[in-house]
């Protein structure tokens, strides 16, 4: 027998025959092309090639890869497809635990690896409800064409039904489903008799009452005849059914007998009796049946009642392990990452960002240590890069230099495409950056630990947080040459900053200016941050010979064509900048200043534009705990530096 053949549960020759009816065979075509395929949160989507054959999906790295075997697999038989809300080019294939996150090119394109992903499935189903079809689905012929509902399909029965054949399908079920149903199979039983019975005896009433009609309609014949004949001859013409009294009193018979043969066989009053009786016991046990019915009804009522409290608890239980599932199992997805549609709220949002600094410091603080113990294991190098000093009015002699790499040019000799930028953002920062904010209610003191204070000034721009943030910190032995050099150099950018991935220098402006790229790490739920700015680094004269001269580290997002935004980051704009000023106490007598002489001012400020769709309170609570944080390791890194060595103003 053929694949394409088909035949319904009658098993007759005329439905074994094949069905090659235009449109209900429909062939299989085997789906392959590149998707993209949530992989983690840190690498996100990445292309694969998607294979659908056989009811499977597959993937690979690549095409050229499909000859060393598959890297996973889903069978969809029991796979649930789900096109995402919102992304038109996005399906989601579930399995169990078992989760792929797909994005096809274009919404035409998911279409056609959804119809074709429910096209597989179908013939499986086909195969597993027809014993086995390969290749073809076999779609069932239209209604009319089955016969359901034809004519030929339809019959007449008459008006007095069977009891047993009626209730034969209820009984069945009925009583197999009631534990206790013997009596309401007793009364369908008495039921049927009463219907036996009934049914003759309407067959005899019946019969009676046509010999009645019969009779009657004979008599009045016969009556009619005699009335006719010569009046003359009455009474001796009589005939012997019927009498008349002669004249010497004796009686004639008049009329022939009308009693027909069989009529007076029929004891009419007693069948009237017993048809009185037995519907008088149908509607008796009709009513007993209606009663056993609602006692059954009132059980069944509470069955469904108890069943209902039980669905409803397994619901509940059904959406808390869901709900359980999406906290443990899923988070990690796209759908439980920082975006518009994103479905962790943001008490999740913050303990996951909380969580991942936590780890983030643990395993800072194990870098720390490590280094510290090979630092002491190993000798220091001779030498420093501290091999510039300058003069201060306080200096007895002047310093050797040594390293031409940090003397700091002229700001007329210092010329590039982006000058007139940092002189512009030079001069606002030394404007307002050194501006005191301790009477402005504008800025709100969030932090302060010591010598370091944090305000902030809240800002939002279309749902974006753009808070800006000052510190002020005062740091003892250093200078704020030292601090700014240490800040802006990229040689020494891995040592204090933590909380960079990798960065390189985009282009080389000048001795002192560079535009750089760098990616930070990504702390989950949160999207991976990337920035490319303008790094410059100012020495700003003082006009009055009492005031401290200014160091100045200036840092302002601009844009590169060899750097450009990426699907993969989210962008942020920066306008940092780290403005320090070195004061010096004379020391006693002719001593020669030392660090305990020399204390830095800093003020640190930064407007940041984080862009993406994080929580604005996740960002203020992230501010609040990282800047400290950030300020004061920097600046004990500067002093470990500096420690020891000499004196760079």
Known sequence: MSDNQSWNSSGSEEDMEPREEPGHLVGVVDLSGVLSKWTNYIHG?????????????????????????????????????????????????????????????????????????????????????NGGVQGTIIIPPPLADSGYGSESSLRRHGSMLS???????????????????????????????????????????????????????????QRDKIVEDDEDDFPNTRTEGEFLHNNNGSKEKLFQSSSPKGINGIDFKGEAITFKATTAGILATLSHCIDLMVKREDSWQKRLDKEMEKRRRIEEGYKSALNELKKKSHFGGPDYEEGPNSLINEDEFFDAVEAALDRQDKMEEQCQTEKTRIQRSSPVPPGDVYSTTGTHRFSGKPHSQSSPALIVMAPPHDVHRFSSEVEEMVQNHMTYSLQDVGGDANWQLVVEEGEMKVYRREVEENGIVLDPLKATHSVKGVTGHEVCHYFWDTTYRNDWETTIENFNVVETLSDNAAIIYQTHKRVWPASQRDVLYLSAMRKILANNENDPDTWLVC??????????????????????????????????GDKEISRDNILCKITYVANVNPGGWAPASVLRAVAKREYPKFLKRFTSYVQEKTAGKPILF
């Open 163 to 221: 009891l047993t054949s009626a209730t034969s399908s209820f009984s069945a079920t009925s009583t197999s489903s009631f534990k206790k149903g013997h009596r309401l199979r007793e009364k369908l039983a008495e039921m049927e008799t009463f219907r036996d019975i009934l049914c003759r005896q309407v067959d005899t009433l019946q019969k009676y009452f046509d010999g009645c009609a019969d009779n009657v309609s004979k008599d009045e014949l």
């Open 555 to 588: 840092n302002f997002s601009v844009d590169h064509d060899e750097a450009q935004p990426s699907s993969r980051c989210v962008r942020a704009k920066i306008n940092i900048a780290m403005i320090c000023q070195t004061l010096v106490s004379p020391p006693e």
């Open 45 to 129: 989507w990445q292309d694969r090639w998607v294979v659908l054959k056989n009811n499977t999906l597959s993937y690979y790295k690549s095409q050229d890869e499909t000859e060393y075997g598959c890297r996973g697999s889903l069978c969809l038989s029991k796979a649930v497809i789900t096109p995402h809300e919102f992304d038109e080019c996005r399906l989601d294939i579930s399995v169990n635990d078992s989760v792929w996150y797909l994005r096809a090119q274009d919404p035409e394109h998911r279409h056609q690896w959804i119809d074709s992903i429910e096209l597989h499935r179908s013939i499986r189903e086909g195969r597993r409800e």
